[in-house]
């Protein structure tokens, strides 16, 4: 059972309890809802719908009953479109502004457009994003902007050709692949970028970074940040300007210690130049390295304890 304090009043005494139902597939999962909530906006009062999702009681998850879509036709195509409330406030207008600390809430609107034609809206190809002032579409040889206009209800959207400002961000010829969260546009950053990514002005995010490099032996070497991307966290693109960083090695190493009880958990990332932290579990030619050894010794230099750390 799930109790919801839906009136913000602090008790739960006088709520609904929620029974739990099966969800569909393999994941032994089960949903409560749909739970409404409703806000005074000062304009009105709205209402947002949500449900409730676990697996095994371990986390809640929430996500919207439903969203806002149509079609609209983009010179001669005609797209698939939506508007979700993200952010679970009953409107659609928030728009996306970084920084952000968990990418599976970013704290906004969402905006979807079908971009393949395959009458799906997923994560892939850039079909879902935060919702932001403009939204890129590939046109031809060049890709095209439009401006990003929703009513607070999600009922009425209309996307209007623009001409934004653009700046440039340079990451030293770094190859990475990477997707940007934009109050401007999302963006998508993939390979070495020797010339610098030409992007709209504004405020932008990097979600983990993946960063290839060769070393002297020709070996093919490949890190995945952690969701802490450093200085890439929260950066700004301005008009005609340059914005630089440099990624990935040399390398230096960031340890961490917790204790649980009588078990101390020790453990290490990979800090790139620009601040950003990888997985210490690189793969090098397509193959994972091993985890490294490690001893724990004293002021004397006594060998207190050494063993191999563990991935996971």
Not at 185 to 203: D, I, M, N
Request: glycine share 12%.
């Amino acid at each position: 059972m799930l109790y919801v304090d839906t009136d913000g009043d602090g008790r739960l005494s006088n709520e609904k309890t929620y029974t739990a139902s099966p969800t569909d597939g393999q994941n032994h999962g089960c949903r409560f809802g749909p739970i409404p909530l409703r806000f005074d906006t000062g304009d009105g009062k709205v209402q947002a719908e949500f449900y409730v999702m676990t697996r095994r009681g371990d986390y809640l998850g929430l996500y919207p009953t439903g969203y806002r879509a149509g079609k609209m036709r983009l010179g001669k195509k005609t797209y698939k479109v939506a508007v979700i409330d993200g952010n679970f406030d009953g409107q659609y207008d928030t728009i996306f502004s970084p920084p952000v600390e968990d990418f599976y809430r970013p704290g906004c609107d969402l905006f979807a457009i079908d971009r393949n034609g395959d009458g799906r809206l997923t994560w892939e190809y850039s079909e879902v994003m935060p919702l932001s002032t403009m939204v890129r579409i590939p046109d031809y040889s060049r890709d095209a902007y439009y401006n990003i206009e929703v009513a607070t209800d999600g009922n009425c959207l209309e996307l209007k050709k623009t001409e934004p400002q653009f700046g440039t961000l340079d990451l030293g010829g770094a190859r990475v692949q990477c997707r940007l969260w934009s109050d401007a546009s999302e963006q998508v950053l993939s390979g070495p970028g020797k010339e610098g990514w030409l992007l709209p002005a504004g405020r932008y995010t990097a979600s983990p970074i993946e960063v290839t490099q060769v070393d002297a032996s020709a070996s093919r070497w490949i890190f995945r940040s952690s969701p802490e991307t450093g200085k890439l966290k929260d950066f700004e693109i301005r008009p005609g300007e340059k914005t630089s960083f440099q990624l990935g090695a040399p390398f230096l190493i960031k340890t961490s210690a917790e204790r649980r009880g009588d078990v101390v958990l020790i453990g290490f990332y990979l800090q790139g130049r620009a601040g950003e932290l990888y997985s210490p579990g690189a793969t090098k030619d397509r193959t994972t390295i091993p985890a490294p050894k490690f001893k724990i010794i004293d002021e004397v230099g006594k060998v207190l304890s050494s063993g191999q750390f563990e991935y996971g």
